[in-house]
């Protein structure tokens, strides 16, 4: 056993109201730079949807991730000769209109413009080149199902549904989307590192942050198609690749990234994860269905003395491993089992983590009963509205959001891993909805606890880190001793009174 | 000292001093600014017909002009028999046209396409301009005076010796025809220009990447002890 730690973040989805303010604030300190308008580090799409870049699921075009077939885990991008071979063209880079180009407007013309008969307007025009343009796309092009016919029919996650379910998605009155916010997810087993010829993306070893050597970064650009995330980017004007760095000066400051620290639904968590370093291989070479089973198995029991042990025996220091302990993402992901890898079937083992959305069933409901009594208009269920829940909770396979759908998003396909944490919440909600309407815990609330497997305990416990927790049991930050990292650097009196000096040498585009 | 002797007995150790000094510099100092600046997210198409043609033309022809230097004997052992001298020169000249090809695709992509020469600086065209130059004066060269493959041996590989082991001999160069000396001279400029241009990244091709295992993982506390 070879434990190491891990940042991971978690998202509720279910909390998660699509403002894009996270994107805002990652713009705002990371990519508002000449290159990089067109990189959202962190980006919302609406689902269902094409996401951005647009369709970048889809890894028959764009050959992100690992390939596990007869007993060999291999990169569906290339083998490393074939990545020498392809050096000097990548047929699986997404070029800039997969993404989108970026643009501003000229606003300048509003006070520059001749008089004349017409309001003056600020033409758009683009980032790259400065020219006047029509914008044709954008980062979330489709967000809240904007030209749902053009973009979210795309949606690969939508194989497998049932045609009738599929239309019933788009219907009037029942239409229905979710949000989802994604950063890079930081890879136990990272394609993009995987795919790097020269070397230069690296795991950090002490927190887990993939990171980009900019210094090393020759512009061979496979790490871009290799990503089956599609979350490392290429800075057309320095000729390197960046990506999400989940903010490690502010971590290592005591501080949530950005993203996190801003969200306006207070949907994102952070905290510490155990994983042995040893079975990463093992747990990416299983069938699909049993991926998240076997990704969880490698995230281990902070409170389990052996892998304390284990855990300082590696170097780990008591910070880290009581930060891990009261890790909200470990109970969201290990012991209540409601949060998973987003794509695991990709297999680089991603480590950010999502909470699935609940959705209305009860207009569902109405719908069949409208139909199977041939009426036309509203119908309401002639259900006391105590116990609407309850017949939600039955009917979950009703869904808006069909559970074949998160379960392709969030499992690989795989719904016996999705429908009990739907059940779980729903039991949540609805003991906290019987308390409020009937004054306090019912039989038939409890009736609903145990059929999700829930004590009153851990249901009062994942309400309240649901909705009602602080910042500090939002983000359960590690100490990451940086006096001591600088000490071990530079000799800090050697160095007195250096700090803030230096060469700095702007970011131009070769010399 | 004659024009000749200036620009092929002593341009070329101002050529190769730059080479070695700056790029070490570059590579030690500079290191962020060592890239090959590809420009395939900003255009696709034109690039891979540009980009491939040029690149593999370039190389598999300046093989074949490293083995002439080093092998001499050798070329002219397999240059005996007719057929094997067509079959050599037909090749070369082949790989060279399509370097050429390829450069040309690249330069009009560079000046025509708005996004990609938003990216440019004048350094990429001067660049593209050097290779052009050397791909035409080469396919000349090969074109009008045949064959080269013989008289490379009798005249170039004595002089890229004489400049290496440093006792020039620019004179054997005197009395070649414009478009060789051409050819020689711009290969000093190709020196020259490259440690200032995107050009180093000809140094950095990541042979390594065959060897090394697929994970990087960096304990950032231990690299620093």
Aim: net charge neutral; charged share 20%; glycine share 6%.
């Amino acid at each position: 056993m070879k434990v190491r730690t891990h940042m991971s973040m978690l998202f509720h989805l279910d909390k998660c109201i699509g403002c894009h303010t996270c994107s805002i604030a990652c713009k705002n300190i990371w990519t508002d730079r000449k290159g990089a308008e067109y990189m959202w580090w962190n980006n919302v799409e609406t689902r269902p949807g094409a996401g951005y870049p647009t369709g970048w699921e889809d890894q028959d075009r764009f050959k992100g991730g690992w390939e596990y077939k007869d007993g060999h885990l291999d990169l569906r991008l290339h083998s490393r000769t074939q990545g020498l071979f392809r050096l000097f063209f990548n047929p699986a880079l997404p070029s800039i209109d997969d993404y989108y180009d970026p643009y501003t407007f000229r606003y300048s013309d509003l006070f520059t413009s001749p008089e004349g008969e017409d309001q003056p307007t600020a033409v758009p025009v683009s980032m790259i080149t400065g020219e006047v343009m029509t914008p044709a796309s954008g980062p979330n092009w489709d967000d809240d199902l904007g030209g749902s016919p053009l973009y979210a029919q795309n949606d690969p996650n939508l194989k497998g549904l049932d045609p009738g379910v599929r239309a019933q998605l788009s219907e009037i009155e029942g239409v229905v989307f979710q949000y989802l916010p994604r950063i890079c997810n930081h890879c136990l087993n990272p394609g993009c590192v995987a795919a790097c010829p020269t070397g230069a993306i690296y795991k950090r070893a002490e927190d887990g942050v993939v990171l980009v050597n900019e210094n090393k970064c020759k512009a061979w650009r496979m790490c871009v198609a290799a990503c089956p995330y599609k979350k490392v980017y290429y800075n057309w004007a320095t000729g390197k690749s960046e990506k999400c760095i989940l903010c490690f000066p502010r971590l290592e400051t005591g501080q949530a990234p950005a993203c996190a620290h801003s969200c306006v639904g207070r949907i994102r968590y952070m905290g510490v994860l155990l994983y042995d370093a040893d079975r990463i291989p093992e747990a990416a070479m299983v069938p699909d269905d049993q991926l998240v089973e076997s990704q969880l198995g490698i995230i281990l029991d902070p409170f389990d003395p052996e892998v304390i042990a284990a855990a300082k025996a590696e170097g780990i220091d008591d910070g880290w491993i009581k930060a891990a302990q009261n890790s909200p993402i470990y109970k969201f992901v290990k012991v209540w089992r409601l949060a998973f890898p987003l794509h695991p079937e990709y297999r680089t083992l991603a480590m950010m983590f999502y909470v699935p959305p609940l959705s209305p069933v009860v207009s569902t409901l109405e719908k069949a009963l409208r139909a199977s009594q041939g009426k036309e208009g509203l119908v309401r269920l002639d259900i006391p509205e105590t116990d609407l829940d309850f017949e939600v909770y039955e009917s979950l396979e009703r869904a808006r959001m069909p559970v074949k759908y998160l379960a392709n998003l969030f499992t690989a396909g795989n719904e016996s891993l999705v429908v009990p944490a739907l059940k779980k919440m729903l039991a949540v909600r609805i003991l906290k909805r019987q308390e409020s309407l009937e004054g306090g815990v019912t039989e038939k609330a409890l009736r609903v606890l145990q059929d999700a497997g829930l004590t009153l305990e851990e249901a009062e416990a994942i309400y309240r880190l649901t909705t009602l927790p602080t910042l500090e049991e939002r983000f359960v930050l590690p100490p990451y001793h940086r006096e001591m990292a600088a000490e071990v650097w530079k000799d800090p009196l050697a160095h007195k009174g250096e700090t803030g000096f230096g060469y700095i040498q702007p970011p131009l585009r070769g010399e | 000292m004659n024009w000749n002797t200036l620009l092929f007995g002593v341009f070329p150790y101002i050529a190769l001093t730059l080479a070695v000094v700056v790029t070490a510099y570059r590579m030690a100092y500079r290191p962020f600014s060592v890239s090959a600046q590809s420009s395939q997210l900003l255009e696709q198409k034109r690039l891979f017909y540009g980009s491939i043609a040029m690149h593999w033309g370039l190389v598999l022809v300046l093989l074949g002009h490293l083995l002439a230097l080093l092998i001499p004997k050798g070329l002219l052992l397999w240059n005996a028999v007719p057929l094997r001298l067509y079959l050599l020169e037909i090749t070369g000249l082949g790989l060279g046209l399509w370097a050429l090809v390829g450069t040309w695709v690249l330069l009009t992509r560079r000046l025509s396409v708005a996004r990609v020469r938003a990216a440019s600086t004048s350094m990429d065209y001067l660049v593209l301009v050097v290779i052009l130059v050397s791909a035409l004066s080469g396919v000349l060269t090969a074109l009008l005076y045949r064959f080269g493959s013989y008289w490379f041996p009798a005249v170039m590989t004595p002089y890229l010796w004489s400049i290496f082991t440093l006792q020039p001999r620019p004179e054997l160069i005197a009395d070649l025809p414009f478009w060789t000396q051409l050819h020689v001279f711009n290969f000093w400029v190709f020196l020259a220009v490259f440690p200032f241009s995107r050009l180093v990244h000809i140094i950095t091709v990541p042979l390594g990447y065959v060897l090394r295992p697929w994970q990087i993982v960096i304990w950032v506390r231990k690299l620093a002890r």
